[in-house]
């Protein structure tokens, strides 16, 4: 179809498909052990709860859960959201938060309202491999965040962005419990880079779709927290934070927000008229009847769950593992980053281990923006039980002692 190539724009040359969702396929095949995609256990899902929701909402209110809505969300879910985010110490109101379908529908507004082709983004290496996916088909440049050991000068990033034809527009990172390596940034590293994106006068993007996973540790206030003590007022902050209730209540609705100052807010809507209307807006109240009623229950219930998956996964890897194997011990989320002997390759380990295992993961250089970290891989403990945690991480140690002989 080269007649159809010469006719695409410009962008979609950045547009690749995602190692994740195509590991997802395998979920099919009874035999596979996947550690791959990022899945909460749907055994954990309010299932009765969103029934009676859905029966609520359609029995009492059905002309409105039906019909079109206002851009910005449904309104009662976004005061909601507001008493929410002040529980996370981020005093606003409903004019700093819009609702978008999904987090991932949230980073790809963003890119669309921050970035022109050419243009740099500072990001963690590695980061999300989604939010990579949304910025790309902006045509944006990728330079380096070191939020624990040091950024370079806001002059270096100018400079640098400037030499490759644009400017730095915006910093984006997973501040508690990363994907892909669960690692949490510490409140000095967060206040760094807070002031990092003052003195850049950029928008510093704040991935929170894991924050209400903490299994244990001290909270760590968040980088909108941090920036609205700084800055007094949510409207002078340079953080824009994206909250999804997928892995909390279910993703499967499809329901996320945006809080930040109102200025960038009134753009979103205006990119979200154009975009889709609106979220569905029977999605927003069964989300908004289940939240207010069940969110701390719920949360508190897929914490204990996510928290023994991880212990079994930790001392799997220490029992299995083979030396010269490195992994990451997060205090939440649903990732134990794991990294390999030099010189190994994890798509190359991934082909032999479901040629020889059966065992699934995300090799490691899909979450860098320059393709580096090949001797890196991503594990997912929130979906598989005690037993494939055990069966599988044992195939996988013996697999990589193999390989490294």
Same mark, same amino acid.
């Given at each position: 179809?080269?007649?159809?190539?010469?006719?695409?724009?410009?962008?979609?040359?950045?547009m690749?498909?995602s190692?994740?969702?195509?590991?997802?396929?395998?979920?099919?095949?009874?035999d596979? #052990?996947?550690?791959?995609? /990022?899945?909460?256990? @749907?055994?954990?899902? @309010?299932?009765?709860?969103?029934?009676? =929701?859905?029966?609520?909402?359609? *029995?009492?209110?059905?002309?409105?859960?039906?019909?079109? *809505?206002?851009?910005?969300?449904?309104?009662?879910?976004?005061?909601?959201?507001?008493?929410?985010?002040?529980?996370?110490?981020?005093?606003?109101?409903?004019?700093?938060?819009?609702?978008?379908?999904?987090?991932q529908?949230?980073?790809?507004y963003?890119?669309?309202?921050?970035?022109? +082709?050419?243009?740099?983004?500072?990001?963690?290496?590695?980061?999300?491999?989604?939010?990579?996916?949304?910025?790309?088909?902006?045509?944006?440049?990728?330079?380096?965040?070191? @939020?624990?050991?040091?950024?370079?000068?806001? =002059?270096?990033?100018?400079?640098?962005?400037?030499?490759?034809?644009?400017?730095?527009?915006?910093?984006?990172?997973?501040?508690?419990?990363?994907? @892909?390596?669960?690692?949490?940034?510490?409140?000095?590293?967060?206040?760094?880079?807070?002031?990092?994106?003052?003195?850049?006068?950029?928008?510093? #993007?704040?991935?929170?779709?894991?924050?209400?996973?903490?299994?244990?540790?001290?909270?760590?206030p968040?980088?909108?927290?941090?920036?609205?003590?700084?800055?007094?007022?949510?409207?002078?902050?340079?953080?824009?934070?994206?909250? *999804?209730? *997928?892995?909390?209540?279910? +993703?499967?609705?499809r329901?996320?927000?945006?809080?930040?100052?109102?200025?960038? #807010?009134?753009?979103?809507?205006?990119?979200?008229?154009?975009a889709?209307?609106?979220?569905?807006?029977?999605?927003?109240?069964?989300?908004?009847?289940? =939240?207010?009623?069940?969110?701390?229950?719920?949360?508190?219930?897929?914490?204990?769950?996510?928290?023994?998956?991880?212990?079994?996964m930790?001392?799997?890897?220490?029992?299995?593992?083979?030396?010269?194997?490195?992994w990451?011990?997060?205090?939440?989320?649903?990732?134990?980053?794991?990294?390999l +002997?030099?010189?190994?390759d994890?798509?190359?380990?991934?082909?032999?281990?479901?040629?020889?295992?059966?065992?699934?993961?995300? +090799?490691?250089?899909?979450?860098?923006?320059?393709g580096? /970290?090949?001797?890196?891989?991503?594990?997912?403990?929130?979906?598989?039980?005690?037993?494939?945690?055990?069966?599988?991480?044992?195939?996988?140690?013996?697999? #990589? =002692?193999?390989?490294?002989?």
């Amino acid at each position: 179809m080269g007649e159809w190539d010469a006719l695409y724009a410009t962008r979609t040359k950045n547009m690749r498909a995602s190692e994740i969702r195509e590991l997802l396929k395998l979920l099919d095949q009874p035999d596979i #052990i996947s550690f791959a995609g /990022g899945i909460p256990d @749907p055994a954990l899902f @309010p299932k009765e709860a969103i029934r009676e =929701a859905y029966e609520a909402v359609l *029995s009492q209110n059905a002309d409105v859960a039906l019909q079109y *809505s206002v851009s910005e969300g449904y309104r009662p879910l976004r005061e909601w959201l507001v008493q929410h985010m002040a529980s996370l110490g981020v005093p606003c109101t409903i004019d700093n938060i819009i609702i978008t379908t999904g987090s991932q529908q949230a980073l790809d507004y963003l890119g669309k309202l921050f970035i022109s +082709p050419g243009d740099t983004v500072l990001t963690t290496w590695p980061t999300y491999l989604g939010a990579l996916q949304a910025f790309n088909a902006y045509e944006p440049r990728y330079d380096r965040l070191n @939020p624990e050991q040091g950024n370079m000068t806001p =002059a270096a990033y100018r400079d640098s962005a400037k030499a490759a034809g644009g400017d730095v527009k915006l910093a984006y990172l997973t501040a508690d419990f990363c994907n @892909p390596t669960g690692e949490t940034v510490s409140r000095d590293g967060r206040i760094r880079l807070i002031e990092l994106a003052h003195e850049l006068d950029i928008p510093l #993007i704040e991935d929170a779709a894991y924050q209400a996973l903490r299994f244990d540790g001290e909270p760590v206030p968040s980088m909108l927290a941090l920036d609205c003590e700084r800055e007094g007022h949510i409207d002078r902050t340079r953080v824009v934070y994206s909250g *999804s209730f *997928s892995k909390t209540l279910t +993703p499967g609705l499809r329901v996320g927000w945006i809080c930040a100052a109102q200025p960038v #807010i009134a753009k979103l809507v205006l990119i979200k008229q154009a975009a889709d209307l609106h979220s569905p807006t029977i999605n927003q109240m069964t989300i908004h009847h289940v =939240a207010s009623r069940d969110f701390d229950k719920q949360v508190e219930k897929v914490r204990n769950s996510y928290r023994q998956r991880r212990d079994y996964m930790l001392d799997a890897l220490a029992r299995f593992m083979p030396p010269g194997v490195t992994w990451t011990k997060p205090e939440g989320g649903m990732f134990v980053w794991v990294t390999l +002997p030099e010189g190994m390759d994890g798509a190359g380990l991934l082909a032999q281990a479901l040629q020889k295992v059966r065992v699934a993961f995300v +090799p490691g250089f899909a979450f860098h923006a320059d393709g580096t /970290g090949k001797n890196t891989i991503r594990l997912n403990f929130s979906l598989p039980n005690k037993e494939a945690i055990e069966t599988g991480i044992s195939r996988l140690g013996k697999l #990589i =002692a193999e390989e490294a002989a």
